[in-house]
Nanobody, 126 residues
Framework: QVQLGESGGGLVQAGGSLRLSCTLS????????MGWFRQAPGKEREFVAG????????LYSDSVKGRFTMSPDSAKNMVYLQMNSLKPEDTAVYYC???????????????????WGQGTQVTVSA
C-alpha cells in the first residue's frame, strides 16, 4: 500500500526556517515524481515545489523560489522541503504528493497528483 507521511511542521517567527520531511512507503522514490502543495485558510490549494524522476528536475512556484529547497534522499525513500526566510503568507497546511511513473515533469497541478499525504501545519507569526 502506497503511503505518504509528512512531518516537521510547526510555529515559527517570520524570517525563521523549518524543514518538512515526507516518507514514501510502498514504492521506490527514484522511479516516481514528488511534490509539495499547500493550502492556506480560505484559499485554494497551490503548488509549492516538485521534483522529477531520480531528482533530475526541480520546480518551484514564484512565491517560494529562492527561499525553499526541495531535495530527495533515495537511501531513506524521503523528500524534504527546506523553508527559509519564512513569511506570514507561507502559513498553510503543506501536503506531500506523488505522481506515479517517470519520466516527466514534477506534478504542478492537482489533477496530476496520484497520492496525497495527510498534511502538516506550518504557521508563521509576524
Amino acid at each position: 500500500q502506497v503511503q505518504l507521511g509528512e512531518s516537521g511542521g510547526g510555529l515559527v517567527q517570520a524570517g525563521g526556517s523549518l524543514r518538512l520531511s515526507c516518507t514514501l512507503s510502498g514504492l521506490t522514490l527514484q522511479y516516481h515524481r514528488m511534490g509539495w502543495f499547500r493550502q492556506a485558510p480560505g484559499k485554494e490549494r497551490e503548488f509549492v515545489a516538485g521534483i522529477g524522476w531520480s531528482g533530475t528536475q526541480t520546480l518551484y512556484s514564484d512565491s517560494v523560489k529562492g527561499r525553499f529547497t526541495m531535495s530527495p534522499d533515495s537511501a531513506k525513500n524521503m523528500v524534504y522541503l527546506q523553508m527559509n526566510s519564512l513569511k506570514p503568507e507561507d502559513t498553510a497546511v503543506y501536503y506531500c504528493v506523488l505522481t506515479f511513473g517517470a519520466p516527466g515533469e514534477p506534478p504542478t497541478q492537482e489533477r496530476e497528483v496520484d497520492k496525497w499525504g495527510q498534511g502538516t501545519q506550518v504557521t508563521v507569526s509576524a
